[in-house]
């Protein structure tokens, strides 16, 4: 211990020294610590608020982002409406078409028949008439003789009536 002895003296220079570091420290606090002080509580409440403005920012981003995302279900729901809607017309339009096809087909079809019908008379009657010029012309050939005028519509009627009857179709 002998050898430390000597380090730690009482005398006036140990007694500036601390005299120096009090001084040193007033004028530090005066001047310095404060100012580092205020500047720490500065920049504490700069960086405090930069997160509450970013927390803000944040929740003002996740409200837009639902707003948004609200507006984009609406918007995809509006289309699937309008799609549904613009099918159901379409499908009553194509019912129109086919149904309005049919009628005109229905239409046709009993137009045909009624001209069918025409001409099977008109042929019937064609046919009624030939049947009675043949008639005639055997029973001219047969008699070997020509018949007066009346007498040949006379017997054209006849023939034709026999012509329609079930005694010609035998």
Do not use: C, P
């Not at 310095?32 to 205020?38: I, L, M």
């Not at 720490?40 to 996740?62: G, H, I, P, S, Y």
């Amino acid at each position: 211990m002998e050898k430390y002895a000597d380090l730690i003296h009482l005398d006036w220079t140990l007694l500036m020294v601390a005299v120096n570091v009090l001084i040193l420290y007033v004028i530090l606090k005066h001047f310095f610590f404060e100012k580092v002080h205020n500047f720490m509580l500065d920049r504490q409440n700069a960086v405090k608020d930069a997160f509450d403005q970013a927390d803000r920012t944040n929740k003002m981003a996740d409200d837009m982002l639902g707003k948004y995302n609200k507006q984009i279900a609406d918007i995809e729901n509006e289309g699937r409406e309008i799609i549904k809607n613009a099918k159901i017309k379409a499908d009553a339009q194509a019912k129109d078409i086919t149904d309005e096809a049919n009628s005109k087909a229905s239409e046709m079809i009993l137009q045909a028949q009624r001209e069918i019908e025409r001409e099977k008379l008109k042929a019937v009657s064609e046919m009624r008439q030939q049947i009675a010029s043949l008639a005639i012309y055997a029973a001219e050939k047969i008699i070997e003789k020509q018949l007066d005028a009346s007498g040949q519509e006379e017997i054209i009627q006849r023939v034709i009536e026999q012509a329609g009857s079930s005694e010609w179709r035998n």
